[in-house]
């Protein structure tokens, strides 16, 4: 009797090591195969014109969501750098949106005018669009679900989230607003 107890309580313990390893070994931060292909998706650019994604296919993609009039706007210049630096290897996609305290309250060809303006924008800035709610537009739709992307189910916290997507068309990484674009957290990931 004593020994059938000791071999049930060993069983209990190896099974809940067991357990505790598989779950930390599903926290992986390897990129995994989207449920949905990014490529598959297109956005019109601030021009009105359709862009489609698997135009970029064989770079890393960063996808970030801007505004004017917030905190954090001096970033369009380190973007700017970013991409100057890297575009033999990346793009970047600037998407103006409202979401956040009515931080981009400007239409299309006047946000276009400020970001040349002030920041030399030239990497492709996108139509202002919704990036969190019910509205959202189905590239941040596709950020944001991990039955879309594979993993990912956290959106925009403020102006200039960043997600990188690499050459294949996986989410990689998410990046908090105060992640500065030229910051070795994301340059090490572009190298």
Not at 81 to 88: A, C, T, V
Not at 102 to 117: G, L, M, V, Y
Request: charged share 25%; net charge positive; glycine share 4%.
């Amino acid at each position: 009797m004593e020994f059938k107890y000791i071999a049930i309580m060993v069983s209990v313990v190896l099974f809940i090591l067991i357990s505790i390893i598989v779950a930390n070994n599903t926290n992986s931060s390897e990129p995994v195969d989207p449920l949905r292909s990014f490529y598959s998706l297109e956005a019109n650019s601030i021009d009105g014109s359709l862009i489609k994604m698997d135009q970029f296919k064989g770079k890393k993609i960063l996808i970030v969501n801007v505004a004017s009039k917030c905190g954090l706007t001096l970033q369009y210049s380190d973007l700017e750098k970013l991409y100057k630096q890297y575009s033999d290897k990346m793009v970047i996609l600037g998407f103006p949106a409202n979401d956040f305290l009515w931080q981009e309250p400007d239409r299309n060809h006047e946000i276009a005018n400020f970001c040349s303006k002030n920041y030399s924008v030239t990497f492709p800035l996108f139509e202002k669009i919704r990036v969190k709610g019910s509205k959202k537009h189905e590239i941040y739709q596709w950020l944001t679900d991990s039955n879309k992307n594979g993993w990912n189910e956290k959106g925009p916290s403020w102006n200039f989230t960043k997600y990188l997507i690499n050459e294949n068309g996986k989410l990689i990484k998410r990046f908090s607003p105060r992640t500065l674009p030229l910051s070795e957290e994301i340059t090490s990931l572009i190298d």
